[in-house]
């Protein structure tokens, strides 16, 4: 299992932008009624999704990036 590596700012960025892509591609592109270009585009859309509800990005694995913040341990 891959650790978490994408941040709250994100994660929001990529469900929306999921969100958004999903309505373009069903009532925009016509995915609803068989537009083939329509479906593929609702289709990817779901790939930001998932990487924002997981808050795993895999492209970000090789390259190092991480969006998380790193949690400060309280002063003890």
């Given at each position: 299992m891959?650790?978490?590596?994408?941040?709250?700012?994100?994660r929001a960025v990529r469900f929306?932008?999921?969100?958004?892509l999903i309505a373009v591609g069903l009532f925009l592109?016509?995915?609803l009624r068989g537009s083939?270009?329509?479906?593929?585009?609702a289709?990817?859309?779901?790939?930001?999704?998932a990487t924002?509800?997981?808050?795993v990005c895999p492209g970000y694995v090789p390259l190092?990036?991480?969006?998380?913040?790193r949690e400060h341990s309280p002063p003890m």
């Open positions: 891959l650790k978490k590596n994408m941040g709250s700012l994100d929306i932008l999921g969100l958004v592109l016509g995915g083939w270009i329509g479906i593929v585009v289709v990817v859309a779901l790939v930001p999704i924002a509800v997981t808050g190092g990036i991480s969006t998380l913040r």
